[in-house]
């Protein structure tokens, strides 16, 4: 889950305020002798949009400013007035109409000269410098007011390409804010510039987006700042090995796969050639067999050569079955990949000792038919040169069940 991160803590905000009233403290001991001034604050005020902010203004020496006329105005509107008093009493129809109802004194202070200003739920138009002005005195002072807003990025994982793409977005910001991409050990990532739209309410929005690679800690964070207003929001989001599943991780499994799926078809070929080829082969020699009065394989033999042979299909569809599933497997990640590896291996292994097991009977067979066409050599040697022809035929099948035998072990 990301991790969202406040970049003002409360202890950074009690600093600032306690900075900002060392400030006016040291502006209250260097006021001259005689008539008072109007002091405060030599830095912007920042304000967060919807918050309330005081904008201090000061009498020194402090003078009782209850019976004074006061005014607060912003020189760039129209009426120009925020906050007037008179006699004690608020002026409403002076102000300028967005301010009705938001601005106050602090009524409890004007005995000891502080005139300032309470703007309640501050709004982004309340940006501007504000000038406070005591007509008697013929004093005046500004203040510059700054308005922010700050909220906390969001990342998502872009699953559309072969790649791993970061995006990061942050809405809500003012003034316009800056975007930055750090690894795990806080380093800064490569990316393009960051795009920034701003908004009809006026706020920023700002996105980013960036190409990581598997890492140490596949830690990334999205960092949104703002110095101004003094305000910094970020977003981690920690990936798994598995998304870095890259393309040459991709095109290892289709070759493995591909390879896998070859190594299956020549087997399967070879073994069926084979069988076809055995069964041809049979039968020539029953046929030879029964021209020379020789008596062929018993019925028996046939019924137990029929149930090895249909045992050895058998177990060659388990081990295709076996084989077709594994491969579906293949893609699921780098592990089961690896296992497939091996199992293909496994198979292979095992199909060259079935095909050594098939070949031994082969090559049992052919022995027996030798030992048949030696005894027939011995019986036709005194019969007519038609039984000669007939031992020359045997004699052309053994030597074809020989090159089948060949043929099988080259293969392997």
Same mark, same amino acid.
């Given at each position: ?28 001991? #260097? ?25 201090p203004c000061q009498l020194d020496p402090a003078e009782d400013a209850t019976v004074m006329t006061v005014e607060w105005a912003r020189p760039d509107l129209e009426p120009r007035f925020v906050h007037v ?21 602090? #009524? ?144 290892a499994a289709n070759i493995t796969t591909g390879l896998a799926v070859v190594l299956l078809c020549v087997v399967v070929v070879v073994f069926f050639v084979y069988f076809w080829r055995t069964n041809k082969?049979?039968?020539? !020699? ?18 137990? !050569? ?107």
């Amino acid at each position: 889950m990301p991790h969202l991160k406040d970049g003002l803590s409360f202890k950074s905000r009690l600093s600032v305020l306690v900075f900002h009233h060392t400030v006016v403290a040291l502006l209250l001991t #260097n006021t001259c002798a005689g008539e008072s001034q109007l002091i405060g604050p030599l830095q912007p005020i920042v304000a967060m949009i919807g918050h309330d902010v005081i904008l201090p203004c000061q009498l020194d020496p402090a003078e009782d400013a209850t019976v004074m006329t006061v005014e607060w105005a912003r020189p760039d509107l129209e009426p120009r007035f925020v906050h007037v008093l008179h006699d004690g009493l608020e002026l409403d129809e002076k102000k300028y109409h967005l301010y009705m109802g938001r601005t106050s004194l602090l #009524n409890n202070q004007l005995m000891y000269g502080d005139v300032s200003l309470k703007l309640a739920t501050v709004k982004l138009s309340d940006e501007g410098k504000y000038k406070c002005f005591i007509p008697t005195l013929s004093k005046e002072m500004l203040i510059d007011l700054v308005v922010g807003a700050a909220s906390s990025p969001v990342l998502t994982i872009n699953k559309d390409t072969s790649a791993v793409v970061l995006d990061c977005e942050s809405k809500g910001w003012h003034p316009k804010p800056e975007l930055f991409w750090l690894d795990g050990e806080g380093n800064l990532l490569p990316a393009g510039a960051p795009e920034t739209v701003r908004g009809p309410d006026g706020l920023y929005t700002v996105s980013s987006r960036v190409t990581v690679e598997k890492s140490h800690s596949n830690s990334y964070t999205c960092r949104v700042q703002q110095h101004k207003i003094q305000q910094t929001r970020e977003t981690q989001i920690h990936l798994e090995d598995g998304v870095f599943m890259n393309k040459s991780n991709c095109s290892a499994a289709n070759i493995t796969t591909g390879l896998a799926v070859v190594l299956l078809c020549v087997v399967v070929v070879v073994f069926f050639v084979y069988f076809w080829r055995t069964n041809k082969l049979e039968t020539q !020699q029953r046929e030879e067999l029964n021209n020379l009065g020789e008596e062929g394989p018993t019925e028996e033999e046939r019924e137990r !050569q029929k149930l090895m042979a249909e045992k050895e299909r058998e177990e060659l569809e388990k081990q295709l079955t076996k084989l077709e599933s594994e491969l579906k497997e293949v893609k699921k990640n780098e592990e089961t990949e690896k296992k497939l590896k091996e199992d293909a291996e496994k198979m292979k292994d095992e199909y060259k000792e079935l095909l050594r097991k098939t070949n031994l009977v082969l090559k049992n067979r052919g022995s027996e038919l030798e030992i048949r066409l030696t005894s027939t050599q011995k019986k036709t040697m005194k019969s007519s040169e038609k039984k000669d022809g007939k031992v020359k035929a045997v004699a052309e099948a053994l030597k074809e069940t020989n090159a089948v035998f060949d043929e099988v072990q080259r293969k392997f």
